[in-house]
């Protein structure tokens, strides 16, 4: 089974940061797309970073110097860095993954941080952040 696990959700004080992780528990197909996402309450979800096994890394305009994605094959675990938090980036925090030649392909024409375009999903780990 190709689960995800994601872990690392806190509540913080504005300007900590956070780490959060995400167990990978099988990568059937050497070509995958993994990739963050969050959902706050009622706003719709957003991508934030996504990595490939091509070692492409993509970033939301809105994160990119705040937020760092990274990752472990050896742990089979993906990263997500996350500094000066703010409110605004309080939510559930999840991670995806598509993993097969065709399916990923598909997801890099159309957009890597497309969330409707990934098959798996963790369950979420909540992130709040406190002023």
């Known amino acids: 089974a190709q689960g995800l696990v994601e872990s690392g959700g806190d509540s913080v004080q504005a300007g900590g940061s956070l780490t959060l992780s995400c167990l990978v528990s099988?990568?059937?197909?050497?070509?995958?797309?993994l990739a963050w996402f969050r959902q706050a309450p009622g706003k719709e979800r957003e991508g934030l970073a996504a990595l490939d096994s091509d070692g492409v890394l993509t970033y939301a305009d809105f994160v990119k110097g705040q937020f760092t994605i990274s990752h472990d094959r050896s742990k089979a675990t993906l990263y997500l860095r996350m500094n000066n938090l703010q409110p605004g980036d309080t939510a559930m925090y999840y991670c995806?993954?598509?993993?097969?030649?065709?399916?990923?392909?598909?997801?890099?024409?159309?957009?890597?941080?497309?969330?409707?375009?990934?098959?798996?999903w963790g369950q979420g780990t909540q992130v709040t952040v406190s002023s």
């Open positions: 099988d990568y059937t197909y050497d070509t995958y797309l």
């Open positions: 995806a993954a598509q993993f097969g030649w065709i399916q990923v392909s598909q997801i890099r024409r159309l957009g890597v941080l497309k969330s409707g375009l990934y098959g798996k």
